[in-house]
């Protein structure tokens, strides 16, 4: 070299040029000092090519500039910082190149820089063949972190470059004894190298037991490694590696035996496979007398708290097992049986129960004070026969008289002010602009507070709400852009057309149109109700803009959308005052929501509004003396396998109805219900629906029940979640309403299930639950495939737990008749999975309120053949409903 500068320049213009071998023959031979000189020109470069852009013909030089600014860092640090720079991570030259470039440093110094790169985190996606060569070439330890191993791991499953076994790769490999054990430390090496570890001749698993079969590897190091991994590992993914390789290593008797502290602690494993593997291995020591008593009631407590009916029922077979290998166990052994006794299947209670008969004569009685105290728990068919086994006096087990406990019943809310400030009523629109939207109180008083403050001054509320309204997608767009007006055209958005109109970002023209006309979408069943709320909303919006109102005639007295006849007298009052006219849809809504069930208040509000001597109060007035909206008749339809209702023509609307109202008396027919429409993908308005017209919810389940009926039978999620909202709403509970929480009751998910054991609880507190109705809707549901039983046998086993034992069981009383029927029917056979879970409910539900008498079509289900479950409910459910009818 003639000196560093023109080394400098060359090797800057081989790397701007992308030439990497040039760029490698100038730095071979160079000296510390020669590479400190070129490095400033390099970090430059680098600065330069981090600004272009991703296509420009600069970025060529990436791998070679990587390349050479790793091998002109004079510092271990510096170089492991610069091959894992971010920004030249997708443009890294080749691991050859690099261990060219890097190869003539002393082992020290590639030593340390291979163990730094290994440090480094999987992010820096630092190639293994890299770190391999640098302790290939340094001679040090091999390191065992996580991105060498995980590297290692990946490089040896590579067969499709070399065509030979993992096991051949892992004898050849002088590592494999240092780096497989490093692999039981690596966190949630299951999830990322799960794919490797399959079955087969050929996969790792089989690979490492033939490893430890030729003594490359410590057998007894992999077991424990693979039992201390599954004792502090609950990843799902972990637990599949780690127990396919304990299971392959097929311990032996002897290495079992080492092993029982662990067994009985993975035996209470969050992975139901890990504890039954656990299960299985100690009940195998216990049946050869390696598991001492004490240890197998360990081992017992632990898998009776478990959920798993599967592994709960064997260890009642197992304890089955050890008593007759081994009787004097049982006192040690019967106190742990008893654990099964609060087990909420019956038949585990049996099985544990059968266990006592058997082996209580051989304890001491005081050795089983446990054991009577757990017998409390047993269902009360079963408590007679555990008075019989212990010994007890038949008043120690008599159950408790039943009390039917229920959720207290929800009354509405009375709606606070408006926001008095325009700083709060930012506020309050801010949140509902991030929520869903459906408390209707909040909404409400949200919208009243808009509407009384455009009155008092636009221009501050406009300042106010400017910042609140800017994550809104139409504050970018201009006052007539398409868009905006046709998003505000077709629905209002709810608070959102408000808050456009007045900040200028949607046509006065669209505003008048929709609300002159209506939405331009296709009618559907939801219209009518939709239709009324929309109607309000653009209403109040065109107002804005043009005529502001006051104040909202119809803002609701209370959350369930009731408003006192007083009140909106009142209001009228103040309009009339304020020479203000009243909305149009505001006013309608306002009668629509007038709370009429007292009539003595109705006709002195009546007379107080006919005196006000302005049209809107004789409006009022007549509405107010009129007998309000009636109840339409109804009529059920099938379709498919769905039941549904048809309703008629509603009469007793008020007079003058604007357009968007008159949808409301209209038929609903079966057919008109069957299509979707944007509704259904809107949810957050449905609790607007039933404030359109409070005290009238059995209208408004009627236009629902055709959505509803889809969680059970087209298995569509999140769709129930209305149906505590009407069960809480006032008004009759009649065929559509429980039509509703039937098919609620069968939902395929669980969230919906749930919503619908709400509602049922909840006309149960208010005391509106036909019991009988319900249970023939369930029954026919059930019997045309509608509602799977298992389902709706869990949605009732839910209701029940929470203490509504007697609710369930007079359901069920009317509802299990129609599905027994099948039995008893030539051809026939009832729904065979969950009806004996069916049964099963209510022969707990019988128990638990001492249900008597008897039941159509039980017994030809209780008389036949066989063992399954639901014939032994059955049989358990006539012996509960028999007890005492003879006597």
Same mark, same amino acid.
């Given at each position: 070299?003639?000196?560093?500068?023109?080394?400098?320049?060359?090797?800057?213009?081989?790397?701007?040029?992308?030439?990497?071998?040039?760029?490698?023959?100038?730095?071979?031979?160079?000296?510390?000092?020669?590479?400190?000189?070129?490095?400033?020109?390099?970090?430059?470069?680098?600065?330069?090519?981090?600004?272009?852009? !991703?296509?420009?013909?600069?970025?060529?030089?990436?791998?070679?500039?990587?390349?050479?600014?790793?091998?002109?860092?004079?510092?271990?640090?510096?170089?492991?910082?610069?091959?894992?720079?971010?920004?030249?991570?997708?443009?890294?030259?080749?691991?050859?190149?690099?261990?060219?470039?890097?190869?003539?440093?002393?082992?020290? !110094?590639? #030593?340390?820089?291979?163990?730094?790169?290994?440090?480094?985190?999987?992010?820096?996606?630092?190639?293994?063949?890299?770190?391999?060569?640098?302790?290939?070439?340094?001679?040090?330890?091999?390191?065992?972190?996580?991105?060498?191993?995980?590297?290692?791991?990946?490089?040896?499953?590579?067969?499709?470059?070399?065509?030979?076994?993992?096991?051949?790769?892992?004898?050849?490999?002088?590592?494999?004894?240092?780096?497989?054990?490093?692999?039981?430390?690596?966190?949630?090496?299951?999830?990322?190298?799960?794919?490797?570890?399959?079955?087969?001749?050929?996969?790792?698993?089989?690979?490492?037991?033939?490893?430890?079969?030729?003594?490359?590897?410590?057998?007894?190091?992999?077991?424990?490694?693979?039992?201390?991994?599954?004792?502090?590992?609950?990843?799902?993914?972990?637990?599949?590696?780690?127990?396919?390789?304990?299971?392959?290593?097929?311990?032996?008797?002897?290495?079992?035996?080492?092993?029982?502290?662990?067994?009985?602690?993975?035996?209470?494993?969050?992975?139901?496979?890990?504890?039954?593997?656990?299960?299985?291995?100690?009940?195998?020591?216990?049946?050869?007398?390696?598991?001492?008593?004490?240890?197998?009631?360990?081992?017992?407590?632990?898998?009776?708290?478990?959920?798993?009916?599967?592994?709960?029922?064997?260890?009642?077979?197992?304890?089955?097992?050890?008593?007759?290998?081994?009787?004097?166990?049982?006192?040690?052994?019967?106190?742990?049986?008893?654990?099964?006794? #609060? /087990?909420?299947?019956?038949?585990?209670?049996?099985?544990?129960?059968?266990?006592?008969?058997?082996?209580?004569?051989?304890?001491?009685?005081?050795?089983?004070?446990?054991?009577?105290?757990?017998?409390?728990?047993?269902?009360?068919?079963?408590?007679?026969?555990?008075?019989?086994?212990?010994?007890?006096?038949?008043?120690?087990?008599?159950?408790?008289?039943?009390?039917?406990?229920?959720?207290?019943?929800?009354?509405?809310?009375?709606?606070?002010?408006?926001?008095?400030?325009?700083?709060?009523?930012?506020?309050?629109?801010?949140?509902?602009?991030?929520?869903?939207?459906?408390?209707?109180?909040?909404?409400?008083?949200?919208?009243?507070?808009?509407?009384?403050?455009?009155?008092?001054?636009?221009?501050?509320?406009?300042?106010?709400?400017?910042?609140?309204?800017?994550?809104?997608?139409?504050?970018?767009?201009?006052?007539?852009?398409?868009?905006?007006?046709?998003?505000?055209?077709?629905?209002?958005?709810?608070?959102?057309?408000?808050?456009?109109?007045?900040?200028?970002?949607?046509?006065?023209? @669209?505003? /008048?149109?929709? /609300?002159?006309?209506?939405?331009?979408?296709?009618?559907?069943?939801?219209?009518?109700?939709?239709?009324?709320?929309?109607?309000?909303?653009?209403?109040?919006?065109?107002?804005?803009? @043009?005529?502001?109102?006051?104040?909202?005639?119809?803002?609701?007295?209370?959350?369930?959308?009731?408003?006192?006849?007083?009140?909106?007298?009142?209001?009228?009052?103040?309009? /009339?005052?304020?020479?203000?006219?009243?909305?149009?849809?505001?006013?309608?809504?306002?009668?629509?929501?007038?709370?009429?069930?007292?009539?003595?208040?109705?006709?002195?509000?009546?007379?107080?509004?006919?005196?006000?001597?302005?049209?809107?109060?004789?409006?009022?007035?007549?509405?107010?003396?009129?007998?309000?909206?009636?109840?339409?008749?109804?009529?059920?339809?099938?379709?498919?396998?769905?039941?549904?209702?048809?309703?008629?023509?509603?009469?007793?609307?008020?007079?003058?109805?604007?357009?968007?109202?008159?949808?409301?008396?209209?038929?609903?027919?079966?057919?008109?219900?069957?299509?979707?429409?944007?509704?259904?993908?809107?949810?957050?308005?449905?609790?607007?629906?039933?404030?359109?017209?409070?005290?009238?919810?059995?209208?408004?389940?009627?236009?629902?029940?055709?959505?509803?009926? @889809?969680?059970?039978?087209?298995?569509?999620?999140?769709?129930?979640?209305?149906?505590?909202?009407?069960?809480?709403?006032?008004?009759?509970?009649?065929?559509?309403?429980?039509?509703?929480?039937?098919?609620?009751?069968?939902?395929?998910?669980?969230?919906?299930?749930?919503?619908?054991?709400?509602?049922?609880?909840?006309?149960?507190?208010?005391?509106?639950?036909?019991?009988?109705?319900?249970?023939?809707?369930?029954?026919?549901?059930?019997?045309?495939?509608?509602?799977?039983?298992?389902?709706?046998?869990?949605?009732?086993?839910?209701?029940?737990?929470?203490?509504?034992?007697?609710?369930? !069981?007079?359901?069920?009383?009317?509802?299990?008749?129609?599905?027994?029927?099948?039995?008893?029917?030539?051809?026939?056979?009832?729904?065979?999975?969950?009806?004996?879970?069916?049964?099963?409910?209510?022969?707990?539900?019988?128990?638990?309120?001492?249900?008597?008498?008897?039941?159509?079509?039980?017994?030809?289900?209780?008389?036949?053949?066989?063992?399954?479950?639901?014939?032994?409910?059955?049989?358990?459910?006539?012996?509960?409903?028999?007890?005492?009818?003879?006597a």
């Open positions: 070299m003639s000196g560093a500068v023109p080394v400098s320049d060359a090797l800057l213009k081989a790397v701007r040029a992308g030439r990497t071998g040039e760029a490698a023959g100038l730095l071979d031979g160079m000296t510390d000092p020669e590479r400190r000189l070129c490095l400033p020109a390099l970090k430059e470069l680098r600065k330069e090519l981090r600004a272009a852009s !991703w296509d420009a013909a600069s970025r060529k030089a990436y791998p070679t500039l990587h390349a050479a600014g790793a091998a002109c860092h004079t510092g271990a640090a510096g170089t492991a910082a610069w091959l894992t720079a971010a920004d030249m991570r997708w443009s890294q030259a080749s691991p050859a190149v690099l261990l060219h470039v890097l190869g003539d440093r002393e082992q020290t !110094w590639l #030593g340390d820089l291979a163990r730094r790169l290994a440090d480094r985190p999987a992010t820096a996606q630092v190639p293994y063949e890299l770190m391999a060569g640098l302790v290939r070439l340094s001679g040090c330890a091999v390191p065992t972190t996580e991105t060498y191993v995980v590297g290692w791991v990946e490089q040896i499953a590579s067969l499709w470059q070399r065509g030979d076994t993992v096991l051949q790769r892992l004898r050849q490999d002088p590592y494999t004894p240092t780096l497989v054990p490093a692999l039981f430390g690596i966190p949630d090496i299951g999830s990322r190298l799960d794919w490797l570890f399959g079955d087969g001749p050929h996969s790792w698993i089989n690979a490492l037991v033939r490893l430890t079969e030729e003594d490359v590897l410590d057998r007894t190091d992999l077991l424990d490694a693979c039992v201390a991994r599954l004792l502090r590992g609950t990843v799902p993914a972990d637990c599949r590696v780690f127990l396919r390789l304990l299971t392959a290593l097929e311990p032996t008797l002897d290495e079992k035996r080492a092993r029982v502290a662990d067994w009985l602690a993975l035996a209470s494993h969050a992975a139901s496979t890990v504890a039954s593997y656990a299960q299985a291995v100690s009940g195998s020591l216990a049946l050869t007398g390696d598991l001492t008593p004490r240890q197998l009631a360990e081992l017992t407590d632990t898998v009776l708290f478990r959920t798993e009916k599967k592994l709960v029922r064997a260890q009642l077979v197992l304890l089955g097992k050890a008593l007759r290998r081994a009787p004097f166990g049982a006192a040690e052994l019967l106190p742990a049986v008893a654990r099964a006794f #609060g /087990h909420e299947d019956t038949d585990v209670q049996e099985r544990a129960l059968r266990l006592v008969e058997r082996y209580a004569g051989q304890v001491d009685p005081r050795s089983l004070d446990e054991v009577a105290d757990a017998a409390a728990q047993l269902s009360v068919g079963l408590r007679a026969r555990a008075v019989a086994a212990l010994g007890l006096e038949p008043d120690d087990l008599a159950p408790l008289p039943y009390l039917e406990l229920l959720p207290p019943v929800p009354e509405p809310a009375r709606l606070a002010p408006p926001p008095d400030s325009v700083a709060e009523l930012a506020e309050e629109v801010g949140v509902l602009l991030a929520s869903a939207g459906d408390d209707v109180a909040a909404f409400e008083r949200t919208l009243d507070g808009l509407v009384r403050h455009v009155y008092r001054g636009r221009e501050q509320l406009a300042e106010a709400l400017g910042p609140v309204a800017a994550r809104c997608w139409w504050m970018d767009e201009g006052p007539h852009h398409h868009s905006a007006n046709a998003y505000f055209r077709d629905t209002p958005q709810g608070l959102e057309v408000v808050l456009a109109a007045l900040l200028g970002r949607v046509r006065t023209a @669209t505003l /008048h149109k929709a /609300h002159q006309h209506g939405p331009t979408t296709d009618p559907c069943v939801h219209s009518a109700l939709s239709a009324v709320f929309d109607a309000r909303l653009w209403e109040a919006a065109y107002r804005v803009r @043009t005529d502001p109102m006051p104040f909202l005639l119809a803002t609701p007295t209370l959350s369930s959308g009731l408003l006192e006849p007083d009140e909106l007298v009142a209001r009228l009052g103040e309009y /009339h005052r304020l020479g203000a006219r009243p909305g149009e849809a505001d006013f309608t809504q306002a009668l629509l929501r007038v709370r009429r069930d007292d009539r003595a208040a109705l006709a002195a509000a009546a007379g107080r509004a006919a005196a006000l001597g302005t049209a809107a109060g004789e409006r009022l007035a007549r509405w107010l003396r009129s007998g309000g909206l009636s109840a339409p008749t109804t009529g059920r339809r099938t379709s498919g396998v769905r039941v549904l209702l048809e309703i008629g023509e509603a009469a007793g609307l008020p007079e003058d109805l604007p357009v968007a109202f008159r949808g409301l008396g209209r038929p609903v027919s079966v057919s008109g219900a069957t299509s979707y429409c944007r509704h259904y993908w809107n949810q957050p308005e449905r609790p607007h629906w039933l404030a359109v017209l409070p005290g009238r919810r059995e209208l408004v389940a009627a236009r629902l029940l055709r959505e509803l009926s @889809t969680v059970a039978v087209e298995e569509i999620r999140a769709v129930a979640s209305v149906l505590p909202l009407l069960a809480e709403a006032d008004g009759e509970a009649g065929e559509a309403v429980h039509l509703c929480v039937a098919y609620g009751l069968g939902a395929r998910h669980a969230e919906d299930r749930l919503s619908a054991v709400d509602a049922l609880l909840i006309l149960a507190a208010r005391g509106q639950v036909d019991a009988e109705g319900l249970g023939r809707d369930l029954g026919q549901l059930v019997r045309r495939g509608a509602v799977k039983p298992l389902r709706l046998a869990e949605s009732l086993h839910t209701a029940a737990t929470t203490g509504a034992y007697g609710t369930v !069981w007079s359901v069920l009383r009317t509802a299990l008749p129609v599905l027994l029927a099948g039995l008893a029917t030539d051809g026939q056979a009832p729904p065979a999975r969950g009806f004996g879970e069916l049964l099963a409910v209510a022969a707990e539900c019988a128990e638990r309120t001492g249900a008597r008498g008897g039941m159509a079509h039980l017994a030809q289900a209780a008389e036949r053949r066989g063992a399954s479950r639901l014939v032994t409910q059955a049989r358990r459910l006539r012996a509960t409903l028999e007890q005492g009818v003879a």
